[in-house]
């Protein structure tokens, strides 16, 4: 049974930091794409990192570039979100999702608040 299960959100102060972890099980992770989405309330989901199964290419959205980092571990299965200097605008459900040819599967969402 293909799972991700996404662990690490929370409420956070402006400038804090927060790791996000997502954790796949029954497929081979190590062949997928991986991508960390966000949707605020009222906003689309947008994308907000990606990167490719080999771990060689990286991409982030502007909003946070410098601040953000995906990575993966391909032995745990576990692909990470690290958030520095989050912002109130940060605020949202993240969501992991991994992609390989036409097979797609997503994490159930953690939220992620960032207030004082």
């Known amino acids: 049974q293909v799972q991700l299960a996404e662990s690490g959100g929370g409420l956070v102060q402006p400038g804090g930091s927060l790791r996000l972890s997502c954790t796949a099980s029954?497929?081979?992770?190590?062949?997928?794409?991986v991508r960390w989405y966000r949707q605020a309330p009222g906003k689309e989901r947008e994308l907000v990192a990606g990167?490719?199964?080999?771990?060689?290419?990286?991409t982030y959205a502007d909003s946070v570039q410098g601040r953000f980092t995906i990575s993966r571990d391909n032995a745990k299965k576990t692909v990470y979100l690290q958030m520095n200097s989050l912002k109130p605008d940060d605020t949202a459900v993240y969501y992991c999702n991994v992609v390989r040819s036409q097979s797609s599967y997503w994490g159930q969402g953690t939220q992620v608040t960032v207030s004082s």
């Open positions: 029954g497929f081979t992770f190590s062949d997928y794409a």
């Open positions: 990167m490719s199964s080999a771990g060689y290419v990286r």
